[in-house]
C-alpha cells in the first residue's frame, strides 16, 4: 500500500516449526491502518461495528422482510484504508492485491464452515460487463484456494455497476441473479456460505440468498471482507 519494505522478522518458534515462511504482504505500519472487526462488539446480522452486540436498524428490516438474517460476518472495517485497496484492486484492476487477505480468509472460512459440516462457498458472480472490465473476480480472488460452487450468475440486463449506484437505487434494484443450469440439484438440502467483498446495503447479498433458499438450501449465512 505504501511501497515501503517489509522486514522479515524470524523468530524461535518460527525457526523451530521448520515452516515456510509466509510471505507478507503489509508493512507494520499499513496492517495498523485496517481496523479488525473481531476486536470490537458487532451486529450479528451482519457484522458492522456497533456499541454492544445487537442487531442493528438495517438487520431489523431485512428481518422483518425475509425472517431470516445472513448473520454475516466480516473480518475488517470498510474504512479509509480499505476503501483505497478496493480502490486499488478492483477498479485498477490489479489481481496481485487479492494476495493480502488470502490467507487471512480461507482459514477463517475453512475454520468457521467446514466442508465436512456441509457448507458449500458460493462466490457473488459478477456481471458479464464487469467481468469483461476487470477480467477477475475479485471475491473468487480474494478467497482464492477454496472450492467454489457457482450456483448464481448475473442476469443479462443488469447494465449499470453496481459500485456505481447510490443506496436509494442499489435498495430499489430487482432480483439480478438467475441459478446457473444444475444449482438447484445442487442446493437442495445444502448448507451455503455466501462469498463477497464487501458488506453495503446487504442488498445484494439477500438478493442471492432469495433465489438459493427458493431453491431448497438449509441453511444460508454469508462471509465478506470489509464492512
Ligand atoms: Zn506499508
Ligand atoms: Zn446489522
Known amino acids: 500500500m505504501c511501497q515501503g519494505k517489509i522486514s522479515e522478522y524470524f523468530d524461535l518458534s518460527w525457526v523451530l516449526s521448520f515452516q515456510r515462511t509466509k510471505k507478507k504482504y503489509l508493512c507494520n505500519d499499513c496492517q495498523s491502518n485496517f481496523t479488525k472487526l473481531s476486536d470490537a462488539p458487532t451486529c450479528l446480522g451482519c457484522g458492522r461495528k456497533m456499541n454492544v452486540e445487537e442487531i442493528c436498524n438495517d438487520c431489523i428490516k431485512w428481518k422483518k422482510a425475509y425472517g431470516q438474517l445472513l448473520e454475516n460476518v466480516a473480518l475488517y472495517e470498510y474504512n479509509g484504508v480499505m476503501?483505497?485497496?478496493?480502490?486499488?484492486?478492483?477498479?485498477?484492476?490489479?489481481?496481485?492485491?487479492?494476495?493480502?487477505?488470502?490467507?487471512?480468509?480461507?482459514?477463517?472460512?475453512?475454520?468457521?464452515?467446514?466442508?465436512?459440516?456441509?457448507?458449500?462457498?458460493?462466490?457473488?458472480?459478477?456481471?458479464?460487463?464487469?467481468?469483461?472490465?476487470?477480467?477477475?473476480?475479485?471475491?473468487?480472488?480474494?478467497?482464492?484456494?477454496?472450492?467454489?460452487?457457482?450456483?448464481?450468475?448475473?442476469?443479462?440486463?443488469?447494465?449499470?455497476?453496481?459500485?456505481?449506484?447510490?443506496?436509494?437505487?442499489?435498495?430499489?434494484?430487482?432480483?439480478?441473479?438467475?441459478?446457473?443450469?444444475?444449482?438447484?440439484?445442487?442446493?437442495?438440502?445444502?448448507?451455503?456460505l455466501l462469498l463477497d467483498d464487501i458488506y453495503t446495503t446487504g442488498r445484494t447479498l439477500y438478493y442471492a440468498a432469495e433465489i438459493i433458499r427458493s431453491a431448497g438450501a438449509k441453511e444460508i449465512k454469508s462471509m465478506t471482507l470489509a464492512r
Not at 90 to 101: E, I, L, Q
Not at 105 to 116: C, I, N, P, R, T
Not at 185 to 192: A, H, S
Request: hydrophobic share 35%; charged share 35%.
Open 83 to 192: 476503501k483505497e485497496y478496493f480502490e486499488r484492486f478492483k477498479f485498477m484492476g490489479d489481481f496481485y492485491f487479492a494476495n493480502v487477505f488470502n490467507d487471512e480468509l480461507k482459514a477463517f472460512v475453512k475454520k468457521e464452515y467446514s466442508k465436512g459440516k456441509d457448507w458449500l462457498y458460493v462466490p457473488i458472480p459478477l456481471s458479464a460487463q464487469s467481468y469483461q472490465t476487470r477480467m477477475f473476480n475479485q471475491v473468487e480472488g480474494l478467497f482464492s484456494g477454496l472450492e467454489f460452487a457457482k450456483l448464481l450468475a448475473v442476469k443479462n440486463e443488469e447494465k449499470k455497476q453496481q459500485s456505481k449506484l447510490n443506496r436509494q437505487e442499489r435498495m430499489k434494484r430487482s432480483q439480478p441473479f438467475i441459478l446457473n443450469k444444475g444449482s438447484e440439484e445442487i442446493i437442495e438440502g445444502r448448507k451455503i
